[in-house]
């Protein structure tokens, strides 16, 4: 059993924002399985439920905003027994850039409240993360102002194939081990 995790923050203002694009991805993965989301009474998050190579996979995506991300990813793991090795999260990465997406397990959170919130809640950094290129901000720009940004025009084109590329990665983890998974998705 899997759980994947979309990162993101509630509402419609931030829905179309470089920050919202691990929910984006889990929004199109419940879609790709033809699910509704609804909400886990135990934990809080939005949740679909299907299956992929014959695996039970759980993807969340939490209703809290981006930085008590924890507060509903714990809570999830405890109820369907999932190991931090199962935990597959996805989310924006400034260090890469725009549309790449690159995979890897633990390591440090880079500034990423989401990613500090969910390692504080389950007592670790080794879990699965799908790491969504958003790039830096131009110039001097805050980063925490550029996360919160909606995509350009031009990034809004690309959009779509990056969407893809993050269900398709994600999908890999699932099925594979994350170094087969990331000899495919590094190669993209």
Not at 55 to 64: F, G, L
Not at 67 to 88: T, W
Not at 154 to 163: G, K, S, T, V, Y
Request: aromatic share 6%.
């Amino acid at each position: 059993m899997k759980l994947i995790v979309g990162l993101g923050n509630p509402g419609p203002r931030y829905a179309a924002t470089r920050h919202n694009i691990g929910a984006m991805v889990a929004d199109a993965l419940a879609d790709d399985a033809g699910e509704s989301w609804r909400v886990h009474k135990k934990s809080g998050a939005d949740l679909v439920t299907t299956s992929y190579e014959g695996q039970t996979v759980h993807i969340a995506k939490p209703r809290t905003y981006m930085n008590e991300s924890g507060r509903h990813v714990g809570p999830l793991m405890k109820f369907f027994s999932v190991s931090p090795a199962d935990l597959i999260v996805i989310h924006d990465e400034l260090d890469i850039d725009f549309s790449l997406v690159r995979l890897k397990r633990g390591g440090g959170e880079g500034g990423h409240n989401g990613l500090r919130s969910i390692s504080s809640a389950i007592g670790t950094r080794d879990y699965l993360r799908v790491r969504m290129g958003i790039g830096r901000p131009p110039g001097r720009q805050d980063p925490a102002d550029f996360v919160l940004k909606p995509f350009s025009s031009a990034e809004r084109d690309q959009l779509p194939l990056f969407i893809t590329n993050g269900c398709d990665a994600a999908k890999l983890l699932v099925s594979q081990s994350l170094e087969d998974a990331q000899n495919s998705v590094h190669s993209w």
